[in-house]
């Protein structure tokens, strides 16, 4: 059973307008969340990354929000740029794990037209 | 910042082969994983490795095998490739507390 989903397989958006990618997860024991973007043909790269402790972290035009109740988060990027068109990977870290385990979401397209 | 390699970034092979995926890191991390990205799927564990010699099977361990011989060298191991295990093939080191490293992956056709 998957602990962290990302329900939208897919999302598109215009250039400069907003991008708002969705992440759920079921374990209350996850106390560290990543986001990765991968681009075809390459391995995933470290976006951006958020500790249980905050609900919000910003970097840049990215900024995550945590919503611990609701056992939600949410990765927003703006302005989105057609750079920006990826698959962006969820990723929650088990404090329960000694062994550094990350658990993935299954992904969202990101397509960014102009 | 850490360097993660896979020795190939496509290989091709028939089906019955032994096939050895590759993946060394620069740094001396103790943890390394190896996951394959399907569409649809997304990132799935085979195994991973916390210590030379040691290994612990992840989500879909079937129809491979790990080894680790040395720390910064963690090989993965198709015992006899079938077309289902075509796939990109994606290693990664533990880079920080959390977060991974990943190499740039291996796209695996098997025919």
């Known amino acids: 059973d998957q602990q962290v989903k990302q329900n939208s397989p897919s999302l598109s958006v215009q250039e400069g307008r907003i991008s708002i990618l969705n992440c759920d997860y079921t374990?209350?024991?996850?106390?560290?969340f990543l986001w990765y973007k991968k681009y075809p043909a390459e391995g995933p790269t470290f976006l951006i990354s958020?500790?249980?402790?905050?609900d919000k972290n910003e970097d840049g035009r990215f900024t995550v929000f945590l919503n611990k109740s609701a056992k939600h988060l949410s990765l927003h990027i703006v302005p989105s740029q057609p750079g920006d068109s990826a698959v962006y990977f969820c990723?929650?870290?088990?404090?329960?794990?000694?062994?550094?385990?990350?658990?993935f979401g299954r992904g969202t397209q990101l397509t960014v037209w102009p | 910042d850490v360097k993660v390699t896979q020795s190939s970034r496509y290989l091709v092979k028939r089906t019955g082969e032994k096939v050895f995926l590759e993946c060394v890191q620069d740094?001396?991390?103790?943890?390394m994983f190896w996951y394959r990205q399907d569409p649809g799927l997304g990132l799935r564990l085979i195994y991973f490795?916390?210590?030379?010699?040691?290994?612990e099977k992840g989500d879909i361990p079937e129809g491979y095998s790990v080894s680790r011989e040395k720390k910064e060298r963690f090989s993965l191991i198709l015992e006899s490739a079938s077309t289902n295990q075509t796939s990109m093939y994606l290693c990664?080191?533990?880079?920080?507390?959390?977060?991974?490293?990943f190499g740039s992956g291996t796209r695996l056709t098997v025919v």
């Open positions: 990723a929650a870290h088990d404090r329960g794990s000694t062994l550094g385990r990350l658990y």
């Open positions: 958020i500790s249980s402790i905050k």
């Open positions: 990664a080191s533990r880079q920080s507390t959390y977060g991974y490293t």
């Open positions: 740094m001396d991390h103790e943890n």
């Open positions: 490795s916390y210590d030379v010699k040691m290994k």
């Open positions: 374990n209350s024991m996850f106390d560290y």
